[in-house]
């Protein structure tokens, strides 16, 4: 498998013996201690101690583990950077990722999230830069970072293809409001493009939502590397603003120690570019969701109505 961090192979069971563990133990796993879209997560520990997360099914999914979360965790190795968990252990016919658990509490759990740290590790993450962007890590594209911020309208163009029924059901008035913003976008990207002329890419997340960043002893670590792939890291930061509904001082705080790592003159820029994209694109999440049935009515409804709000706003001034 061709990935950033170099060749990695599967497993075979020598790693699993380090570890104490046989195939035997994975497969009889029951009651996950926690579970999402991607797979579910079992802790267990390894014979020497260490404690371990192992995550395994991934929906029969086994192309997006092996080209998305492992290329990551594999990244991190690559960067040496304690910015994500160790990887020990994987079988992608299997469905099955062994990685270290790390102890602490999610940003979104404490009452006083580390956001300086927050800045330093996400900085950590984007300061190897790569001369292409990808979505996949397989398929490389070159360019500017504005023809990947095109890319990522031409994206929320088709998803709001796809999500054409339920969009439809909300009344004509948001389905032109829909497709006015992305027409907004479209405009944006042509009258900003002084700021994305640089051909500069980095490993970005894709999905910091706090629940995805663990409070540790040595500070923010990042988990859940499904989404991920190489982008611009303003992206990453916009997505991370919009997700947690930071405040302005808030973003501050992370830009300041963010930037004492990486020095990118037209970052603020492109966040401020990217942002409202985030936000229809959670607007698009919501809708699902309402439908799916895995969010509460009124909670939906609120958001989703906070973001039209938001978004029909940008249209107006």
């Known amino acids: ?15 699993l013996e380090e570890l104490g563990i046989t195939r035997g133990d994975l497969d009889n796993l029951q009651n996950p201690d926690a ?8 802790f267990m520990e390894a014979k020497d101690g260490r404690k371990l997360a192992v995550k395994k099914g991934f929906n029969g999914d086994e192309g997006r583990m092996e080209k998305n979360a492992l290329e990551l965790l594999a990244g991190r190795e690559a960067l040496n950077r304690k910015v994500a968990p160790q990887l020990y252990y994987f079988d992608p016919e299997g469905g099955i990722m062994i990685t270290e658990k790390i102890e602490g509490q999610t940003l979104d759990e404490v009452e006083n999230p580390d ?8 900085g950590e993450v984007h300061k190897t830069k790569y001369p292409f ?16 911020l095109k890319t990522k ?29 992305i027409e907004h976008f479209k405009e944006l990207a042509e009258e900003n493009g002084e700021f994305f002329q640089e051909n500069e890419f980095a ?11 663990i409070q540790s002893e040595q500070g923010p670590v990042i988990i859940d590397w499904g989404n991920s792939s190489i982008g611009d890291s303003a992206l990453d930061i916009a997505k991370m603003f919009a ?18 790592t990486v020095d990118d003159e037209t970052l603020r820029q492109r966040v401020q570019i990217y942002y ?5 694109n959670s607007l698009f999440t919501c809708l699902k969701r309402i439908q799916d049935g895995n969010i509460k009515p009124k909670k939906g409804e609120e958001r989703l109505a906070r973001d039209y709000e938001y978004l029909m706003s940008l249209i107006k001034e």
């Not at 579970?35 to 079992?42: D, E, I, Q, T």
Request: aromatic residues 6%.
């Open 1 to 15: 498998m061709d990935i950033i961090g170099g060749d990695l192979k599967p497993n075979n069971s020598s790693e």
């Open 35 to 42: 579970s999402g879209l991607s797979g579910k997560v079992f």
């Open 115 to 122: 956001l300086s740290g927050m800045g330093e590790t996400l």
């Open 133 to 148: 962007f990808t979505n996949s890590l397989q398929e490389k594209g070159v360019g500017t970072q504005e023809e990947y």
């Open 153 to 181: 309208v031409r994206a929320l163009k088709a998803r709001a293809e796809g999500l054409n029924e339920l969009i439809a059901q909300r009344g004509v008035d948001f389905v032109q409001g829909v497709n006015r913003i």
């Open 203 to 213: 490993l970005i997340h894709n999905d910091l939502s706090f629940d995805n960043v």
């Open 243 to 260: 997700k947690n509904n930071l405040s302005h001082e808030k973003q501050e705080e992370i830009f300041d120690s963010y930037s004492a």
């Open 276 to 280: 409202p994209m985030a936000k229809l």
